[in-house]
């Protein structure tokens, strides 16, 4: 992959949650998405410019991984954040806890593009590490609790991997929360598909899963799986908002369990 390549898809993500904040800036409010799309444009890096559905799945995704944050800091304050698969995201203005530190894990390539255009962010820690070398853990506090999230990084994973993943998390962060959206099998292959016909040939998306609750058998210390194939939960009453069109798609999407988010807890 070209770093041209590489460039657009760290900016891709904030491109969909800058559109979603644009047309529904009641709903998905993003001071930091339109600062790097300011970024985006100062350097000249090109994006596609996405439509509305694909955009309000964006806004979603981050809302709903912002939601989940701060419902566990809640319980536990002072717990590790860390946002895996980081690209140019910053959670520093969304995570109300003031204790919470948030851990930037990325590959090493990508934080040193990160800290390019970034500055240091207070309570924030920068991890140069795939999500598959486990030995991002020795680098994250965790006395306190532990919720990672990752937000579109999973389907480029083998499944085998993540299974590593989440047991290595449930044997050294006890309490801790792991986030992460997924598609079902056949809605995963169309997303492939889709992202080699747009400029990707080599692109593949190997983590399919038949059943989202598989990830209970993962590791002996979960305590607890929920799946949510309602993406529009996260909005409650104000999902009403968006145009009946893009309730539609979303009612579809959850009628098909095409689309979710798991949420899996391990135990104390």
């Given at each position: 992959m070209?770093?041209d390549?590489?460039q657009?898809?760290l ?5 969909g949650?800058a559109?979603a ?8 409010p993003?001071?930091w998405?339109?600062h790097?799309?300011q ?8 994006a596609?410019?996405?439509?509305a559905?694909p955009?309000?799945v964006y806004?979603l995704?981050?809302l709903l991984n ?10 536990k304050p002072?717990a ?6 980081c690209?140019l ?6 995570v ?6 948030i ?19 207070e309570r924030?820690?920068?991890?140069p ?9 020795d680098?994250?506090d965790?006395s ?17 991997e ?6 290595t998390?449930g ?11 997924a598609e ?8 492939e598909?889709?992202i080699?016909?747009?400029?990707t ?6 983590f399919?899963v ?7 058998s ?21 999902a009403a908002?968006?145009?009946?069109p893009?309730r ?5 999407m959850?009628l098909?369990?095409?689309m979710?988010?798991?949420v899996?807890?391990?135990e104390?």
């Amino acid at each position: 992959m070209s770093l041209d390549d590489v460039q657009q898809t760290l900016f891709f993500p904030l491109m969909g949650r800058a559109a979603a904040a644009r047309r529904w800036p009641d709903l998905f409010p993003d001071p930091w998405a339109h600062h790097v799309a300011q970024i985006r444009e100062a350097e000249s890096i090109s994006a596609e410019q996405l439509g509305a559905f694909p955009a309000a799945v964006y806004g979603l995704r981050h809302l709903l991984n912002v939601i989940e944050i701060n419902r566990y800091l809640a319980q536990k304050p002072g717990a590790a954040v860390v946002s895996i698969g980081c690209g140019l995201d910053r959670l520093v203005g969304e995570v109300g806890d003031p204790d919470a530190t948030i851990y930037n894990l990325d590959l090493p390539e990508v934080i040193e593009m990160r800290q390019r255009w970034m500055e240091p962010a207070e309570r924030e820690v920068d991890l140069p590490y795939s999500v598959t070398d486990h030995r991002w853990f020795d680098a994250v506090d965790a006395s306190r609790g532990l919720i990672a999230v990752a937000a579109g990084v999973f389907y480029y994973i083998e499944v085998d991997e993540i299974r590593g993943l989440v047991r290595t998390m449930g044997d050294r962060c006890r309490g801790g929360r792991l986030c992460y959206d997924a598609e079902s099998p056949m809605m995963t292959a169309g997303s492939e598909r889709s992202i080699r016909r747009n400029g990707t040939p080599g692109a593949r998306m190997p983590f399919r899963v038949k059943d989202p609750f598989e990830v209970r058998s993962w590791s002996e210390r979960i305590r607890d799986v929920r799946v949510e194939f309602d993406f529009l939960s996260y909005l409650g009453e104000r999902a009403a908002r968006l145009p009946v069109p893009l309730r539609a798609a979303f009612t579809g999407m959850r009628l098909l369990k095409g689309m979710y988010e798991v949420v899996v807890t391990f135990e104390e």
